[in-house]
């Protein structure tokens, strides 16, 4: 490990690090546009020069490596003239539109010439003028700003995996586009406008909507996928205006998903602000004391066998403890939080989790991917992988299997098949990659959704173990048997076991048992993945927070609140219990989840024992002790499910949970950017087919 000096401060920094690294490990501030901690060094913007030595030139430090003895100035009249020169050329031609920027307030290059600028420019020539680049519904450009950093495409080439952006002529006629001057059809693309350090890319949904004074900033996390991404809600009043992303090395580092940053808007459209009741085939709007007393007679003499509830993929868990009291109290055994019919086993705890961790991916030698799209099922999860891709060498090499549909992901792959019988064909070893299984040191499987909602799920799952246990998946201090969810309430329910307790039916025995009228009431806890015809005649309460399909069946809805408008718990595809905080009031009578539970469970005569969040909270905590871990992966030991006589296996082709990614749930659904997005991408792919 190079020591070096530093403004006389002596420094000892890891084997590889740069000059500029040293610099930051000391807290010494240098100004920098190009480099970027995630981005490969660039070295192009010379806005990090210091001096080394009695060198008569400046150094750029971002690209100096730091070496035994170094002698290193960064406040020198060398350094600071050569500052504000680099400044000063790069204000040549970028345009005085700083009032009218989106970017104001924000903008890297605003703070660094205030702090290392001349104040005044020399030249007088013209500006140069560029025309702005078309890159879809979500970034709007202004080349005209552009400092020729490249941040954008590294991130585009590097992180995203999509190299759809380069650079084009030499000097000034130099311009930032995309190839085919058509959208970036990434799932993370949005992070260009965060790393962006001037105006040139800006949020165009966002477009003169608001100034970062002026919104209020709320520190949550996303439920719009089972990751758990680290998120920053700005609103303003009862509008949340966007979402950035938050650091979080351990899940989604410093990206966020383009549905998590962009359909916030669609919190604003179709919205539940009061209770419904259904009457002669029109809905009624009534207060909330006639919509419980509704339902009251309506569940007034049902048995607790005739009465079931099923929780959707946003429902948070406290809500969830809510309704599965109400339901015992009733005495009814009937109760899934599983909508798509999966049938992940409650019991077996590591059986349903991400057991190697989402930053453990960068640990793994193999990677068997079954029955998964993880670029649109876990953007950031897919990203994690390219980063492990990128990493591996001679040294440290990394192979990848997918058994399932022919995608395109952002890293290559070996394609193993497509049915559930290449699953079983590596386990007795007779597939070619059952070679590379037996090699590797630390191998990971992905379980996608796409092989848990078959008849034959259970047989898959058993196969998946057994692969698991003979190729070394589980060692001491490794478990690489992973489950990949899409639902961002799935584990916390499984956690809470909101699943069929003795003698109760599961998701498709729900259905069918409305559809035969055996049934008589169904509570949809925000569950609108579902066949609504199939409800029959049965009396069918709805409670959301949009008028999505389970709100157009339901015979009484109870608004509910979002997640950007309720202080929630839930747990990502890992198990780390996370929470939601309140960044905006809920639109009209609408009240959170857990509160309505409790409300309704007073008018049928059978009262929650608790009243208060804290009090719903310790009850979290009396079912599954994990919840007072909170931001924290309790490991769940290995434990194989017990399977009787093998199932045979289906040859039907294992088929994807997602066909759409920006439209997945409610909120996507009603949001007009991520409408405009599913349009974007299929003009482009028009484009790029003919």
């Not at 420019?121 to 013209?126: E, G, P, V, Y």
């Not at 105006?199 to 439920?223: C, N, Q």
């Not at 996370?578 to 009578?589: D, S």
């Not at 909270?617 to 002790?625: C, G, Q, S």
Request: hydrophobic residues 35%.
């Amino acid at each position: 490990m190079p020591k070096l000096t530093i403004n006389d401060l002596e420094v000892e920094v890891q084997d590889g690090s740069t000059v500029l690294q040293a610099c930051e490990q000391l807290g010494i501030e240098v100004p920098v546009f190009c480099y970027h901690p995630k981005l490969s060094i660039a070295g192009n913007c010379r806005m990090c020069l210091v001096q080394m030595g009695t060198s008569s030139k400046p150094i750029a430090s971002c690209a100096m490596p730091a070496t035994e003895g170094m002698v290193i100035k960064t406040n020198t009249p060398l350094v600071e003239k050569a500052r504000e020169g680099v400044l000063e050329f790069l204000l040549i031609n970028h345009p005085l539109d700083c009032p009218i920027c989106d970017q104001g307030g924000e903008c890297d290059l605003q703070d660094i010439t205030r702090n290392y600028g001349r104040g005044k420019s020399r030249f007088s020539l013209n500006k140069r003028a560029i025309k702005d680049k078309p890159m879809g519904p979500l970034i709007k450009t202004i080349m005209t700003r552009c400092i020729h950093c490249t941040r954008c495409i590294r991130f585009a080439n590097e992180i995203a995996g999509s190299p759809e952006m380069g650079a084009c002529g030499r000097g000034e006629h130099m311009e930032i586009m995309s190839y085919l001057e058509t959208a970036i059809t990434s799932e993370l693309s949005g992070n260009m406008i965060d790393i962006c350090p001037v105006g040139a890319l800006t949020s165009k949904p966002y477009a003169f909507h608001g100034r970062p004074w002026e919104l209020t900033k709320t520190e949550t996390i996303d439920v719009l996928d089972a990751v758990g991404s680290h998120i920053r809600v700005d609103s303003r009043g009862r509008d949340v205006l966007r979402i950035l992303p938050r650091l979080n090395e351990d899940i989604n580092e410093s990206w966020i998903s383009d549905k998590t940053r962009f359909a916030c808007d669609g919190l604003k459209h179709q919205r539940l602000d009061q209770p419904y009741i259904r009457q002669k085939g029109k809905r009624t709007p009534v207060s909330w004391e006639e919509a419980l007393s509704h339902i009251q007679e309506n569940l007034k003499g049902l048995a607790g066998q005739d009465i079931a509830a099923l929780a959707g993929d946003q429902a948070d868990c406290e809500s969830m403890v809510a309704l599965k009291d109400l339901l015992t109290s009733l005495g009814s055994p009937h109760m899934d939080c599983r909508q798509d019919g999966a049938h992940w086993d409650a019991h077996y705890r590591g059986s349903y989790l991400f057991n190697t961790t989402i930053a453990g991916i960068e640990k793994a030698d193999l990677i068997l991917l079954i029955a998964t799209n993880p670029r649109h099922e876990a953007p950031l999860i897919n990203a994690r992988i390219r980063k492990r891709y990128l990493a591996s060498g001679q040294s440290n090499p990394l192979d990848i299997g997918l058994i399932g549909p022919a995608i395109t992901l952002t890293y290559p792959y070996d394609h193993l098949g497509d049915t559930a019988q290449v699953i079983k064909e590596v386990l007795e070893g007779k597939h070619a990659f059952s070679a590379k299984l037996k090699v590797a040191k630390r191998p990971m499987l992905v379980l996608g959704q796409g092989a848990m909602n078959r008849r034959d799920s259970l047989e898959i799952l058993n196969l998946c173990q057994k692969i698991a246990e003979k190729y070394g998946f589980i060692q001491e201090g490794w478990n690489g048997f992973n489950a990949l969810h899409t639902a961002a309430a799935r584990v916390g329910g499984l956690d809470l076991g909101f699943v069929p307790q003795k003698g109760g039916f599961d998701t498709a025995e729900i259905l069918a048992a409305a559809h035969n009228g055996r049934l008589k009431a169904l509570y949809l806890l925000g569950a609108d993945e579902l066949p609504m015809a199939e409800l029959g005649e049965t009396f069918v309460i709805y409670q959301g927070h949009h008028g999505d399909a389970g709100a157009h069946r339901a015979d009484v809805i109870l608004p509910g609140a979002a997640y950007t408008e309720k202080n929630a718990t839930y747990v990502n595809t890992e198990g780390r219990p996370q929470r939601t905080f309140q960044a905006v009031q809920p639109p009209g009578n609408a009240k959170e989840d857990w509160r309505i539970i409790r409300a309704l469970s007073g008018s049928l005569g059978r009262p929650l024992p608790y009243d208060t969040l804290e009090a719903v909270r310790e009850r979290l905590m009396a079912v599954n002790p994990i919840f007072g871990a909170l931001d924290q992966v309790m490991p769940a030991p290995w434990q194989r499910l017990p399977l009787g006589t093998p199932e045979t296996l289906s040859q039907l082709p294992f088929q994807l949970p997602l066909n759409n990614f920006y439209r997945t749930d409610p909120i996507s659904r009603h949001s007009l950017t991520m409408a405009r997005c599913t349009q974007s991408l299929e003009q482009t792919r028009q484009v790029r087919h003919g």
